[in-house]
């Protein structure tokens, strides 16, 4: 058991660590000031997948380094190399700087997704508090998302000053993340280390242990995956209803707000909603409400589709990276969550680039369409295999 006072200021400290697994001061207007540097709509998809593929390329072999070298350690170089694609994104000048920019963004992101959430719960189970992760990763969550609520505003205003002005800030928040990195407490645990192969043979057949644990992870990184594709045309939409630019981190922190109380409340609607009931719940109101999308001629109608689809978003990751964690030993649980992850980034990284070549000929309207149809697709294909597996 640790001591009580070992781990003093640790999950703070993480909490400031995982402020830079995503963009804050940019958060309204990262799409829009690729748009403004020149890409077209086609370019800023590319420039988008090229995050989710390095993201893609990075999950397994991060999620190995933190379970061989320590959660820590992949924490760090994960924020040295975001910090080097932040500044690369915030002097782009053209769509190759900035396609370089989210190769190293999305590469960088990669090597702290898992480790984070690893380190976490095992700091909780060296305490004897496994059982508080789920409310604890809510709890991280929520103050994540209220900071970049208020990171949102100010971006979204600084925007209209400087459009680089954002991105100078995500600079000075990266570093942030770096010394915030360099002064966690990692637990104590036994490490096996195992040929590099053989870690991956085994994560892969452990990831389908049973057929009840493999689609669940399985279908939920699809269904993160349908979130991540649907809010990289966000703000293109907003510029199609003519909403003026400076409002759009105030739209953004609004948001984030609806997300935050969706992580504050993932541990009290657990007792009422099973895995299983979240995601379908989850796939069906992102399939029905992306059908609707194709009649949006109003701001009054978008904003509360967009604010359940992030209260949605924020029940995501403390639901199943507690399912996860709860199924998956010590030595793996990094690479695990990282396998997760890699699905969720693969699938739209892939129709993502599809997409963006839509919204150029097509419009907006058929790329939310085309969305809403792999959401349905994506929940029959869960409802109809579950039905036949065993519960484990």
Not at 13 to 19: D, G, H, N, V, W
Not at 57 to 80: C, V
Not at 106 to 125: I, P, R, T
Not at 339 to 353: E, P, R
């Amino acid at each position: 058991m640790a001591l009580k006072n070992q781990y003093k200021g640790n999950i703070g400290k993480l909490s400031i660590a995982m402020l830079t697994n995503d963009a804050n001061f940019s958060l309204g207007v990262y799409v829009i000031f690729m748009l403004w540097i020149g890409l077209s709509l086609a370019e800023v998809s590319l420039a988008l997948s090229a995050w989710l593929i390095f993201s893609s390329i990075g999950q397994i072999p991060s999620g190995i380094f933190a379970d061989r070298y320590g959660y820590r350690t992949a924490l760090l170089w994960g924020s040295i190399i975001f910090f080097f694609g932040t500044v690369l994104f915030a002097f782009g000048q053209n769509f190759y700087w900035l396609l370089i920019a989210n190769s190293l963004l999305g590469f960088g992101c990669s090597m702290k997704q898992g480790a984070d959430y690893a380190l976490l719960y095992e700091q909780l189970q060296d305490q004897g508090k496994e059982k508080s992760y789920k409310q604890m990763a809510g709890k991280i969550d929520f103050y994540t998302n209220i900071f970049w609520v208020v990171t949102a505003v100010l971006g979204g205003l600084l925007y209209t000053v400087n459009a680089r002005a954002p991105f100078y800030a995500e600079i000075v928040v990266a570093i942030v993340g770096i010394v915030a990195c360099c002064l966690l407490i990692e637990p104590p645990r036994k490490v096996k280390k195992v040929p590099v192969l053989r870690q991956i043979k085994n994560s892969v057949k452990f990831a389908f242990q049973t057929p009840r644990f493999s689609k669940i992870f399985i279908f939920s990184a699809l269904i993160g995956s349908i979130a991540m594709m649907t809010f990289q045309y966000v703000q293109p939409l907003y510029v199609s209803l003519d909403i003026p630019t400076s409002y759009f981190g105030f739209i953004a922190a609004t948001l984030f707000i609806f997300r935050a109380f969706g992580s504050w409340f993932a541990h009290k609607l657990g007792k009422f909603f099973s895995i299983d009931k979240y995601l379908v719940l989850h796939a069906s109101v992102f399939g029905l409400f992306l059908v609707l999308m194709q009649r949006i001629d109003s701001v009054y109608y978008i904003f509360p589709v967009l604010a359940v689809f992030y209260f949605l978003r924020g029940l995501y990751s403390p639901t199943i990276s507690t399912y996860i964690n709860e199924k998956v030993t010590s030595d793996k649980r990094a690479t695990m969550l990282s396998v997760n992850k890699q699905v969720l980034t693969v699938v739209a990284a892939v129709s993502v680039s599809g997409l963006g070549v839509i919204a150029d000929k097509f419009g907006l309207q058929q790329v939310f369409f085309s969305i809403s149809i792999l959401s349905l697709v994506f929940l029959i294909f869960y409802v109809l295999t579950l039905r036949k597996v065993e519960m484990d």
